[in-house]
């Protein structure tokens, strides 16, 4: 499902970067007591009262004729046009300025609730200025510190107040939504059409959660039912001046956040780039089943003998990945297409694999007799027994005498034991290591 977003924005300098920071926990914005250090917007995802969101950072808002000034400016609007809910972060320490209510007419134009907060309210004099902002129009100013984390509690709740109602298609069980994931111009679009060219029993189109995104389903010819979850959405260059690249990523976690299975579209022209492995690792921290689509294969002179060689590039760059299947596609020609549902299908079923109890432990022990514990400083680790505790991504809980001898070398020992013992190809597992009471 996709997840809410909310954009911070104000003037330089109000503390943006610092609430930004205190509120998804990790030093991610560049924090200095000067005005106009964050330029591009940073996305984050943070988790309040169980609800996740993505939060955006922004450039402060400043009309003058400054270099890069008009830069920031359109970055700050794609995150006001992306976002659900806007933070509207001032400055107590400094009052209401005019720059603060040139920005907040501005923010009255659009449709999205405006959440106002008041920064750097660390002393009483400081919040005795509070109640200037009510003449902003944009509802109760929430008085916080981002250095101090003092009521952001409280601009929270009013935040995740305002998000919009979760909405989601009423799919069969047994739909298997999946996407295209990859950086622009690599063709997803196109494996898209080639897909349903193909696959003419369209069964319907409807408007999914995401924001100017179609889900289309249809079925193969087994009946299987599909959900295609539309990545397209990105606007215009003459909307918005700024490399592509970092836009579609918000796009790209969206529709992660929706699928059951990723496709991840590679361009055979040229190679992997870092947002490749950005969205894969997203895509694998979430849990999704994931297939590797080389597409433009068609493209390449030698395919024979380049195949081995994409391959092993393809591994090395994502080592983590090593249970996905790769297929070198072409959109163009239909080349392997038609591998894909059944792929689709295989994974889904793995994602949703049950072991019994009885036949997991054999399998434990006879990984342990292969390979005995490791110890520490004259203690050894003791497994006494593994049950799985859900799906999707199949996961499962070892119980041992002291998690501390749990070592990730043993561990991923014994996640290969699983693979080879139940074939989970296409889908990550998760393997938890408790100590027994």
Known sequence: MTLPVVAIVGRPNVGKSTVFNRLVGERLSIVEDIPGVTRDRIYSTATWLGEKFQLIDTGGIDFSDEPLMEQVRQQVQVAIEEADVIVFVTSGQEGLTDLDETISNRLHRTDKPVVLAVNKTD????????????????????????????GLGDLLDEVVAQFPQKEEVADEDDTISFSFIGRPNVGKSSLVNAILEEKRVIVSNIEGTTREAVDTYFEDEEGQRFRMIDTAGIRRRGKVSEKIEKYSVLRAYSAIDRSDIVCLVIDAETGIREQDKRVASYAFDEGKGIVILVNKWDTVENPDQEFQKFQAMVRQHFQYLSFAPILFVSAKTGQRLNRLPDELKTIHKNQNRRIQSSVLNDVLMDAIAINPTPSDKGKRLNVYYMTQVSVQPPTFVVFVNDVDLMHFSYKRMLENQLRRAFHFEGTPIHLITRARQ
């Open 123 to 150: 002393n009483p004099e400081q919040r005795q200025m509070v109640y200037d902002f009510y003449a902003l129009g944009q509802g109760e100013p929430y008085p916080i510190s981002g250095v101090h984390g003092t």
